[in-house]
């Protein structure tokens, strides 16, 4: 539902093979006010003529209205399809012609976007930007396309058991709260979604006092300023005044099951978590890597696959939200084959709980962690989207100089201590969604 614009064919035309960025190491962070009072963090590299930005605006699918869930969605999908005098048609040729990416998406916290582009043509590309995101057309043929797609999408989802795991967990979870409902929104909310929510949400949402900019390329700060001000610059000052409530994850020991006749059932979990900001984020991290967030080498990996068999692959990860968090996992298997999986789950969810980890877990862990950082950034999008998410989480520019220390400060106690306060087996919500056998469901 959103578009990236290709940037290969230009860069094979201009000899340029990659989008190769500096170590980690030598990023330098420069904090950035254009003429206009616009911020934005910036890692300047002149290697090659392109310039990346990930931008994003507090507050996302989770303000939908209720009966117009899956709003920032569908805006997100409209932005970029004409503005100004340019219908859909037009609006993609003139990206397409100077080889501009441009794209727009939602999550629940946050309304963001990505802008890449040639060196030549970042004016233009800003241009293009500005006008998406204060003239957007919503023509009633691309509002029509667009919604029937999203509608696909859902009938698709209905009978999707990954999807209907996870919808039904989060709505569980998440009772009574915006992230208990659905941001792709539900085929009854869908078809109500018209020009005037549309033209609403563009209004109120997208203002300059929510606004986070990251970016990385070959512009200097002072080129950066005048840029900001000429994609961002005419956005209304003040967002609408909007507020959602903290929430405590409602998670007990019940295993619920969706009935689909499918051959396979997907098998959808969560356990309390913990927030970005939280002292034992990073004594989490770790613990999640061990446990199953670190593929091949997790534990979960290797009872539930390596050992047994039962699925392809079993996993887990940290799903910090702005106002809650969770631990969530998942795996799939054969009918069959399900309740035994979730006893070995369940199993390795006490073993970490009671005994916490290993020091050869411990070191593995905090070596592939710190060495696969610089990963992250080998790339001008990696880095422009590493500088939005410092800047979402509070975590100061020198973040990226600060996170091998880090890690390497967890240790083995800190684990077993979050490891107690996280995984509870009384606070493991469990969803089935197939035709499990052998397994007595709570509801």
Known sequence: MTRFTSLLGALAVAGLTCLAAPPAGAIEVQQ??????ITAWLAQDKLNPIISLRFAWRGGAALDPAGREGLARMVAAL?????GDMDARA?????????????????????????????EHRDTAAGLLALALTRPRFDADALTRVRSQALARLRRDAESPDTVAQVRLFSEIFSGHAYGRRSRGTLESVPRIGPEDLRRFQAERLARDVLVVGVAGDITAAELGRLLDRAFGDLPEKSAPARIPEVAPKIDSRTLVARLKVPQSSIAFAAPGVKRADPDYYAAYVLNYILGGGGFTSRLHEEVREKRGLAYSAGTSLYPLR??????GGAATANARVKETLDVVRAEWRRMADGGVSAEELENAKTYLTGSFPLRL??????????LGMQIENLGPDFIDRYNGLIEAVDAES?????????????????????????????
């Open 323 to 328: 106002h809650s968090a969770l631990i969530l």
């Open 79 to 83: 932005l970029d399809e004409g503005a």
């Open 91 to 119: 609006f993609r040729a003139a990206l397409e012609d100077r080889s501009i990416g441009l794209s727009f998406d939602s999550s629940f916290d946050e309304f963001g976007g990505s802008l890449q582009m040639l060196t």
């Open 378 to 387: 080998t790339a001008l999008g990696g880095i422009a989207g590493m500088l």
């Open 32 to 37: 950035v006010k254009s003429p206009g009072g």
């Open 415 to 443: 684990v077993a201590r979050v490891a107690r306060r996280l995984l509870d087996p009384a606070r493991l919500l469990v969803v089935v969604a197939g035709e499990p056998e052998g397994l007595a469901p709570t509801e």
